[in-house]
């Protein structure tokens, strides 16, 4: 099951039939002790999705993981390189520890369609297409989204310290389009896959397979409700394994595409100032 949040409403997709649910209180469907139970509960008429799509995060914060795919290894080891950082990726890398840093309050975060944007003082900015852990406010995990962890690269390259800077800022991170409801362990097999469209013509595409994710998704989730509390929740991006060229940095208007198995499409526009 799927679900998505819109401007008409709260609406359940059930293996291609479509639902509108009987509530509105979105954090309260979230953190309830048996969410597909509670969503076939609310089951009202049967209709078509209607609105337009919002992000699943309404109250929740925004976390994320760094370095937990190879590729993404070796990006920030070049790119730290004259920092004298570049060891500093490889350690994480293997370390039993995560990396986790927070990515986004709620308000922050841009919905299905809506633009994000590059930095003003940056240079070389990329889009991260990741795999979202959707946990409620016991950590449990209750579902996947996809997110963009949008990332200013010649910032982080600078000094590792300035990762807040390259991670964080207005418009650097959506979500979306919808939940699926987590129903059994994580098919390692599922893929995810990016486009960046500049007019008609596609200039970096590239695509992924969980199988190449180091950490164990829930374990990233109790490094993170180790020491915190989330009274309506919590969204974790698990990092990323596909890292556009070198040579490539986003421009405005690019539209940027991450789809993964299973769960759909989020397209976003990077603004255009």
Not at 117 to 135: G, H, Q
Not at 155 to 182: D, H, M, R, T
């Amino acid at each position: 099951m799927k679900l998505y949040r819109t401007t008409t409403g709260i609406f359940v997709d059930d293996n291609g039939s479509t639902y509108r649910l009987n509530t509105t209180d979105w954090d309260a469907l979230l953190n309830s002790d048996d969410l597909p139970a509670q969503v076939n509960a609310a089951k009202g008429n049967a209709e078509a999705i209607s609105g337009d799509v919002l992000t699943p995060v309404t109250s929740q914060e925004v976390w994320a993981s760094g370095v937990t795919y190879y590729r993404s290894r070796n990006a920030r080891m070049e790119e730290s390189q004259a920092a004298g950082g570049g060891d500093f990726y490889d350690r994480v890398y293997i370390a039993e520890r995560p990396e986790l840093f927070y990515k986004s309050s709620p308000w922050r975060v841009i919905h299905p369609g809506g633009e994000v944007r590059i930095r003003r003082d940056a240079t070389w900015s990329i889009p991260e297409p990741e795999l979202t852990l959707v946990a409620n406010n016991k950590g449990k995990l209750i579902g996947l989204t996809i997110g963009n962890d949008m990332s200013s690269r010649d910032i982080e390259g600078e000094n590792p310290l300035y990762l807040p800077q390259a991670k964080v800022y207005n418009g650097s991170c959506a979500i979306g389009p919808c939940i699926l409801l987590w129903n059994g362990p994580i098919d390692r097999a599922t893929k995810i896959a990016l486009q960046i469209l500049r007019g008609n013509e596609t200039v970096v595409s590239g695509s992924t397979t969980l199988a190449e994710l180091k950490r164990d998704p829930e374990e990233l989730l109790q490094y993170l409700y180790r020491e915190l509390d989330f009274p309506t929740g919590a969204f974790l991006l698990t990092g990323t394994g596909i890292v556009p060229p070198t040579e490539f940095t986003l421009s405005h208007g690019d539209v940027i595409r991450v789809s993964i198995d299973g769960i759909g499409t989020l397209e976003n526009r990077v603004a255009r100032r």
